[in-house]
């Protein structure tokens, strides 16, 4: 008797965590077996082009595996190609619903997550998902031959296990809300992609082959130095799943490249593309005056959001014994007057970043909480005493301010960590010059936004030059951290977690390609990192992050650039059609981009949608 009863406990607990998709604390919005999303529209029609150009600096191409540290696969091939075994909403955060799993199985004490695959899952080639295949991708994006980010972000999953043909239980190295979610992202791909003579290629040798994944779109026509088409697979397996049913509408996606931001913005109002999303407030503000513009064929828009800020940043590179001393760092971002900028250059269209977590639940405000506190004691002689006062803010110029007192400051601090200025330089005790090399890609316009900020350090005695280079090697020099300092984008997230070891961790300091570019080792940080993966409810895992807000903000590892609190974008609705709801939470990296390649569709006379 009692052997049945645990029989069916066991039963019944697994009837209980056994669902249609993972939420990190456990709400769905959507129903088991629900249509389509509220965002899309179910019978958009299919067909048409969507031109457009990227969202990142890459201006050419040279590989199509985007899963390899070396060389540049073109924009979007991931998202268009590639899926994971669950798909992400964009109206929630922390959920995934089943994309190639029809559902996943998640145990109480979190230790692992089994996914059982969907029959109807499809390779390009018609082949069917196997949980094998699921295994090698994971194996090997972890491998040497992958980029480093994945055996980062993979780091607790202890390993993946093949119970059957159709299902694959991931197992974890120890409790984390997240990691289901994670593995559920992965990319997954055939081992037949590579494959020569019926033996596989290392990955990294995998370069031009076609990639054989299980997308809605394939790579089409290719012109190099040109643009690249994706085209839709009428055949796509997913098409009439809930969540995928209203998406993927676009029978073409062509990216084009050009050499620079210059070039694209004049090919935008020439009618050689029809979506661009505005990174520059001097393109958007003094720049789009065109025919285009004037007459609608091409309109303005700025969508707001509920995302992430993000943290754009300058970085500097602390492998560098100059950068390793917080009083060198504190004085260089206090003689930058982003006051001044943001009136002169960018007519007041951005604010300030504060922290790494804007605009969302995990930023830090105002003094610690005791949760905070208890999290942050441990840590107390390895951590500025400031960190347990009021969260840390950029230094201003607005009255009473001045840029003027800001560089007494900054000197001051500068004679403290031995920086004194001699013969016309700022000079440390063994007579070595202070010079900052500024590493910036020649489209970035990264003279004219740092100007300013170059002649008030020169008030210091600082040599700030500026180096341009092509983003080929721009990106060739973060990844194997040859710089002194650069300017970056890092993506926000609502739900930060292991992924933020690779951004922040110790050890990813000293592993080239990590996403560590300012070789950030603190214990501290460490801890907190841990801490987010293991809290046990909300407000344990919102006091971790705010926690780690603070430490990395005052720590003065990155000087704070700005931000919009939304997304500009200028568009053809005379080509395009866009849905009227706006989703609050769009894919983050590069954001809305995924929405428009997967919500949108084109306008086109009835007859032609298919």
Same mark, same amino acid.
Request: charged share 25%; proline share 8%; hydrophobic share 40%.
């Given at each position: ?34 249509? !389509? ?456 997230? !609502? ?116």
């Amino acid at each position: 008797m009692r052997f049945w009863l645990v029989l069916l406990m066991l039963l019944a607990a697994r009837s209980v965590t056994a669902a249609p998709g993972y939420a990190v604390w456990g709400t769905f919005k959507y129903a088991p077996g629900f249509d !389509h999303f509220d965002y899309v529209n179910p019978a958009a029609p299919k067909g048409g082009e969507l031109r457009m150009v990227a969202g990142s600096r890459i201006s050419t191409f040279d590989k199509y595996n985007p899963y390899t540290l070396k060389g540049n696969a073109p924009s979007f091939t991931g998202e268009l190609l590639f899926e994971g075994l669950l798909a992400t909403p964009y109206d929630e955060i922390g959920v995934g619903y089943g994309l190639l799993a029809e559902d996943v199985e998640v145990p109480a004490d979190l230790m692992s997550a089994t996914f059982r695959i969907r029959p109807e899952a499809r390779f390009h080639n018609g082949d069917p998902v196997k949980a094998s295949d699921v295994k090698y991708s994971y194996e090997t994006l972890i491998s040497k031959y992958a980029t480093p980010s994945y055996a980062t972000l993979l780091a607790d999953v202890a390993g993946a296990d093949v119970i059957d043909d159709r299902t694959i239980k991931f197992r974890f190295k120890k409790t984390d809300r997240q990691l289901p979610l994670v593995v559920g992202g992965i990319p997954i791909f055939s081992p037949k992609w590579g494959m020569e003579n019926g033996k596989p290629k290392p990955f990294d040798q995998i370069i031009m082959d076609v990639p054989v994944a299980t997308g809605p779109y394939k790579i089409g026509p290719v012109r190099f130095g040109k643009d690249v088409t994706f085209v839709r697979d009428p055949n796509y397996w997913a098409r009439n799943l809930g969540v995928r049913k209203g998406m993927n509408n676009f029978d073409r996606i062509t990216i084009k490249i050009y050499r620079d931001n210059t070039a694209q913005l004049e090919a935008l109002k020439a009618g050689e593309f029809d979506l661009m999303q505005f990174f520059s407030a001097g393109d958007w503000t003094r720049r789009m005056d065109s025919r285009r513009v004037r007459s609608g064929e091409i309109v303005k828009e700025e969508f707001k959001h509920k995302l992430p800020e993000g943290y754009y940043s300058y970085v500097l590179n602390l492998r560098q014994p100059k950068y390793q001393d917080r009083r060198v760092r504190m004085a260089l971002e206090l003689a930058m007057d982003y006051e001044w900028m943001n009136v002169h250059l960018f007519r007041g269209a951005y604010k300030r970043v504060k922290g790494v977590f804007g605009n969302t639940d995990c930023e830090a405000n105002g003094l610690p909480s005791p949760k905070e506190v208890a999290l942050l004691e441990p840590f107390r002689s390895q951590l500025p005493p400031d960190v347990f006062g009021p969260m840390a803010l950029p230094p201003n110029t607005d009255p009473p301010n001045s840029l003027r007192e800001n560089l007494r400051k900054a000197q001051a601090l500068l004679a403290e960590a031995g920086w004194k200025l001699r013969d016309g330089a700022l000079r440390n005790e063994k007579g070595e010059p202070f010079v900052i090399e500024f590493l910036d890609s020649t489209e970035a316009r990264g003279a004219t936004t740092t100007a300013a900020w170059r002649r008030a350090l020169a008030q210091l005695g600082i040599d700030f030059q500026l180096r341009e280079v092509d983003f080929a090697l721009w990106q060739e020099r973060l990844e194997s951290n040859k710089f002194d300092m650069l300017s970056i984008s890092f993506p926000g997230t !609502h739900f930060p977690g292991s992924d933020y070891a690779d951004l922040f961790g110790s050890k990813a300091a000293d592993i080239p390609g990590s996403g560590n570019y300012g070789g950030i080792k603190n214990p501290a940080i460490d801890a907190l990192v841990a801490r987010l993966t293991v809290a046990d409810n909300r407000d344990d895992y919102l006091a971790a992050c705010r926690a780690l807000d603070r430490t990395i903000a005052h720590g003065h590892y990155l000087i704070p650039a700005w931000t919009t609190t939304g997304r500009r974008i200028a568009y053809s609705p005379w080509r395009l059609v866009r849905p009227p709801v706006v989703p609050a939470y769009p894919p983050e990296g590069v954001p809305y981009m995924d929405w428009f390649m997967t919500v949108w569709w084109a306008r086109m006379p009835p007859q032609t949608a298919n």
